[in-house]
């Protein structure tokens, strides 16, 4: 009994209490449509909410006009009275109140609780208790609910105090419908909600972009990872490999140091030998010189005439010793030889390693210039030309049928040999050259044609110079695009790719050496692609150009 007791409390103190301050009504009036307030209450929501005279019930929404009169209701009163003398007076629910940074009901009085929801028709936002009509009442149903948001009345026409519901495509703007009809008559306008799908359908193509190129860059990290994988692993067999050369370097010269060293020490035992027996037979001699003194100095002082005389013959002749001057001393010269033969090795190790050195830390700095990323392929000749590079050809490495002209930017073939140095660069057995210049980066030139037969090609320095396998494109050190009367090919390690399109004298090759990009291109009037290359390069690329025979030019072309 106890229990249902004050569920009929409870039920009761809910029954007369205000649905905007969520208290017992306090001097209660009662409103044309039958609801109660606190008087207070309903003068404070029809003084914020007053929209040109009309006033209207905050819970059923039925409007009246003009602002009815209030009344105390005594009877309310009076019930209310005696439910705080019999009831639990405890608030209705244990609500959260709002904090600053909340959204606070605009239906509470006194301290506000937290709204759970705003409405964009009634532009309000409502607690729990002042949200329920909009779920029972059947024209509240249609109002539009959103999150609690702060921001309702920038949604209401500063002009006209109407709810902007219109969007002015000509002025860019929201407007409510009576701006279309009077300032914005004429104007492109159309529902705010059509404007909003047309925006949603470009924010989702903009998102589709966004993502795309997000996968793109995702890639493009990916492929830059694995390139630091790829130089990590590189420069880690690297050091291993050099580690072991140099490890053979140091035993092979630890050896020699002590093969010298044993040498040393065997030719220092035999002059010390030479010169101690030497010294052994001098100091023998000296002391049969002592002992003849001796005795001679002993007979000079016999007194007795006759005793000098009988052994004085007795005394043997003294031998022939060595001569002095036939012995000759050469302070720090016995070894000159080796020492000379030493400094000359460590000057000319030192060479090679200086200047082997200096060739690999350019092309360490050519290789591994990380401030410059992957640039992309250019699409004009204009756009290749900010690429194009000054490249000439190396006498050096030009076969011996080959002329060099104009500056060592013309190759032709010539029956009669040239009258080139030696030199372990030079091609023996195809009319091949390569550039003089390394090409790293992104690089660009043309190469004008003339005759039957040319390749266009790029290649490694350390490609063969003889044999078949220095031929442009049958190893895994070149690639080449041969031009031969009306066809071409393109050739890399003895693999075949026949190639359409136009023929042209001449041709631009295109190369981003970090990208892995070698591209050929037709050049006419456009630029025709011919054929594309995409992989790794491991070192630095050189142009070169191959003549098939009597009668066929190639040169590479000044087009700065």
């Not at 009994?1 to 306090?26: G, P, Q």
């Not at 249609?142 to 219109?166: F, G, T």
């Not at 047309?198 to 990916?222: A, F, N, T, Y």
Request: net charge neutral; with cysteine.
């Amino acid at each position: 009994m106890e229990e249902m007791a004050k569920k009929r409390v409870k039920l009761d103190l809910e029954t007369f209490s205000c649905s905007i301050c969520l208290d017992l009504l306090k001097d209660p009036v009662t409103i044309p449509c039958g609801h109660s307030y606190c008087m207070n209450c309903i003068k404070d929501y029809w003084n914020r909410n007053n929209k040109k005279g009309i006033h209207s019930c905050p819970q059923c929404r039925k409007t009246f006009r003009p602002r009815p009169v209030l009344e105390k209701s005594t009877m309310l009163a009076d019930l209310v009275e005696q439910l705080k003398k019999t009831g639990d007076q405890t608030a209705p629910a244990d609500h959260c109140y709002a904090g600053a940074e909340d959204v606070a009901c605009d239906f509470c009085s006194g301290r506000k609780l937290k709204a759970i929801k705003s409405c964009l028709f009634c532009l309000a936002s409502f607690c729990e208790k002042h949200l329920q009509p909009h779920y029972d009442v059947a024209p509240l149903k249609k109002h539009k609910l959103v999150e609690p948001s702060k921001n309702l009345q920038e949604n209401i026409c500063s002009r006209h105090d109407e709810v902007m519901k219109m969007f002015c495509r000509t002025d860019q703007k929201s407007i409510c419908y009576l701006c279309s009809v009077e300032e914005h008559k004429g104007h492109d306008t159309v529902s705010a909600a059509a404007e909003r799908t047309e925006r949603q359908r470009e924010l989702e193509g903009s998102r589709q972009q966004i993502q795309q190129r997000v996968q793109d860059r995702e890639k493009d990290v990916k492929l830059l990872q694995q390139e630091v994988e790829a130089i990590n692993q590189s420069a880690d067999k690297t050091v291993e490999h050099s580690e072991k050369i140099f490890t053979e370097l140091i035993r092979l010269i630890q050896k020699r140091s002590s093969e010298v060293k044993q040498q040393i020490r065997s030719q220092q035992e035999t002059e010390v030998s030479r010169v101690k027996e030497l010294q052994e037979k001098l100091e023998q001699e000296i002391t049969e010189l002592q002992r003849k003194d001796a005795e001679l100095q002993q007979l000079s002082h016999t007194e007795d005439h006759i005793q000098f005389l009988q052994n004085c013959p007795s005394v043997s002749a003294l031998r022939e010793s060595t001569p002095s001057s036939s012995i000759k001393i050469r302070p720090l010269r016995h070894f000159e030889a080796v020492t000379a033969a030493v400094s000359e090795l460590r000057e000319k190790l030192q060479d090679i390693l200086r200047e082997e050195w200096t060739n690999s830390s350019q092309m360490d700095v050519e290789m591994f210039d990380f401030t410059s990323l992957p640039q992309p392929e250019p699409e004009s000749r204009a756009d290749f030309l900010q690429y194009s590079c000054e490249i000439t050809l190396d006498p050096n490495t030009a076969n011996r049928h080959l002329l060099l002209s104009e500056g060592n930017r013309k190759v032709t073939f010539m029956d009669q040999l040239q009258s080139y140095s030696d030199h372990p660069d030079r091609f023996t057995e195809w009319f091949q050259v390569l550039s003089r210049e390394s090409l790293t980066g992104c690089c660009y030139w043309e190469v004008e044609m003339i005759g039957k037969g040319v390749d266009v090609a790029v290649a490694y320095k350390n490609i063969s110079r003889a044999g078949d396998e220095c031929e442009f494109g049958f190893n895994d050190k070149s690639w080449s695009l041969k031009f031969y009367q009306n066809s071409k090919e393109f050739w890399y390690n003895k693999i075949r790719t026949s190639i359409s399109g136009p023929r042209s004298s001449r041709v631009g090759v295109y190369l981003d050496h970090r990208a892995g990009i070698l591209s050929f291109y037709s050049i006419s009037e456009t630029m025709t692609l011919l054929h594309r290359v995409q992989t790794t390069f491991i070192q630095p690329l050189y142009a070169g150009v191959r003549i098939w025979g009597s009668g066929s030019t190639a040169e590479l072309c000044k087009i700065k």
